[in-house]
Nanobody
Framework: QVQLRESGGGWVQTGGSLRLSCAGS????????MGWFRQVPGKERDLVAA????????YYADSVKGRFTISRDNAKNTMDLQMNSLTPEDTAVYYC?????????????????WGQGTQVTVSS
């Protein structure tokens, strides 16, 4: 059974940092496109950052460019999201996701596997 599990969410003040981790099990994701999404109540689940084509291509949403960094460790089957200079607008549930293929996906419907989500709360 393929599973993704996030960890590292929590509460932080404006300007602080958090590091999210996603661990895969039941399959290896070395060549799969993977990404981080976030969702706030009443809104769509939006892509924050992603890898495509075995990490050759990366994507960042405009709102997080220069502040967030996505990384992966194929040996450990993990993917991280380093989040710096956090603001209250970053408050959301963050989800790790993986595609069956290697092409970078930009919307949630393109992803086949999901973690359970981890809450990130940034206070002003």
């Amino acid at each position: 059974q393929v599973q993704l599990r996030e960890s590292g969410g929590g509460w932080v003040q404006t300007g602080g940092s958090l590091r999210l981790s996603c661990a895969g099990s039941g399959a290896t994701f070395n060549n799969n496109a993977m990404g981080w999404f976030r969702q706030v109540p009443g809104k769509e689940r939006d892509l924050v950052a992603a890898f495509g084509w075995a990490g050759v291509k990366t994507y960042y949403a405009d709102s997080v460019k220069g502040r967030f960094t996505i990384s992966r460790d194929n040996a450990k089957n993990t993917m991280d999201l380093q989040m710096n200079s956090l603001t209250p607008e970053d408050t959301a549930v963050y989800y790790c996701a993986a595609r069956s293929g290697d092409g970078l996906g930009y919307v949630k419907y393109e992803y086949d596997y999901w973690g359970q989500g981890t809450q990130v709360t940034v206070s002003s």
